[in-house]
């Protein structure tokens, strides 16, 4: 069974590979930190399996961003996942600090 989290905040859930050494991951993990870290107060973040149903429901296969309800790939730059925030506060009218 599957929990939904209900909030008055952004969602942004990160996915992972099953049976991949972590270490190969960083990059991508830095990337993603570093611009959750920026909105941390306006963001619920979490991590997910790519092998749960979560990530089928957004066709992630092997790792992937998803902010709000729009999924950005497996490889988003930086730049992308804070484009994608900044819309997300912007529609849903949340106050952000930097």
């Known amino acids: 069974m599957e ?3 209900v909030s008055d905040k952004i969602q942004v859930i990160v996915f992972m590979p099953v049976g991949v ?3 190969s991951q960083t990059g991508f993990l830095g990337r993603v930190y570093e ?6 107060d306006v963001i619920a973040f979490r991590e997910d399996s790519a ?3 979560t990530a089928k429901r957004y066709r992630v296969s ?12 497996s ?6 996942i804070e484009e994608a ?6 529609q849903q009218g949340i106050k952000a600090s930097q």
């Open 85 to 90: 925030i900044i819309k997300e506060i912007e």
């Open 3 to 5: 929990v939904i989290y």
């Open 51 to 53: 092998e749960s149903e």
């Open 35 to 40: 611009v959750v870290r920026k909105y941390r």
């Open 75 to 80: 490889n988003p730059t930086t730049a992308k």
């Open 21 to 23: 050494c972590g270490c």
């Open 62 to 73: 092997y790792r992937g961003v998803v902010v709000g309800t729009k999924s950005l790939g």
